[in-house]
T-cell receptor
Framework: GAVVSQHPSRVICKSGTSVKIECRSL??????MFWYRQFPKKSLMLMAT?????????EQGVEKDKFLINHASLTLSTLTVTSAHPEDSSFYIC???????????FGAGSRLTVL | GQQLNQSPQSMFIQEGEDVSMNCTSS?????WLWYKQDPGEGPVLLIA?????ELTSNGRLTAQFGITRKDSFLNISASIPSDVGIYFC????????????FGTGTRLKVLA
């Protein structure tokens, strides 16, 4: 149990385009999901906390207009990187919080490359 | 962004040796989680700790929630080659969004 599916796993796009990444909890409901960004050989940096039915809470320094987060249901949160630029290239990982165990279950990550 | 201090940063060990790593913070946490991440994958949960002083095992892994709630350690006994990877601690803050902050990571390499 407790599986989180993240899609796409890899995406390459041209500079200026927008990219949407989906995060789904397959066998449990998640009122809260977290989006992280990871640079090569670095730790996970929290970008935002996504709450079902409400606006996301962004960490300091993360542009909310650039990284749009939508958590429209208890099993789906999406991250849209708008007007992507090469510096947005990174590994983006979502996680869903299992309340009954107070742990995070992670997706497999999405590697974004902006040309 | 906020991060936990994790040490050591990396370590090379011989197969069969025991490994110890720890995380420290200036803040207290509600929950400590330990994860392992393989290259190009998402982190996988190893152990969850919920109470100060709690000691929990999962096979060859043992972790403890520090009494002060500001630190935690993870031990791996009798390491094997598949233990290779990056280990992260994560602490849950005690207010606001109750978000999880990750440690800087320990990169483990096991020599057969």
């Amino acid at each position: 149990g407790a599986v989180v599916s993240q899609h796409p796993s890899r995406v390459i796009c041209k500079s200026g385009t927008s990219v949407k990444i989906e995060c789904r909890s397959l066998d449990f409901q998640a009122t809260t999901m977290f989006w992280y960004r990871q640079f090569p050989k670095k730790s996970l940096m929290l970008m935002a906390t996504s709450n079902e039915g409400s606006k996301a809470t962004y960490e300091q320094g993360v542009e909310k207009d650039k990284f749009l987060i939508n958590h429209a249901s208890l099993t789906l949160s999406t991250l849209t990187v708008t007007s992507a630029h090469p510096e947005d290239s990174s590994f983006y990982i979502c996680s869903a919080q299992r309340l009954e165990a107070n742990v995070l279950t992670f997706g497999a990550g999405s590697r974004l490359t902006v040309l | 962004g906020q991060q936990l201090n994790q040490s050591p940063q990396s370590m090379f060990i011989q197969e069969g040796e025991d490994v110890s790593m720890n995380c420290t913070s200036s803040s207290i946490f509600n929950t400590w989680l330990w994860y392992k991440q393989d290259p190009g994958e998402g982190p996988v949960l190893l152990i969850a700790l919920y109470k100060a002083g709690e000691l929990t095992s999962n096979g060859r892994l043992t972790a403890q929630f520090g009494i002060t709630r500001k630190d935690s350690f993870l031990n791996i006994s009798a390491s094997i080659p598949s233990d290779v990877g990056i280990y992260f601690c994560a602490g849950q803050v005690t207010s606001g969004t109750y978000k999880y902050i990750f440690g800087t990571g320990t990169r483990l390499k096991v020599l057969a």
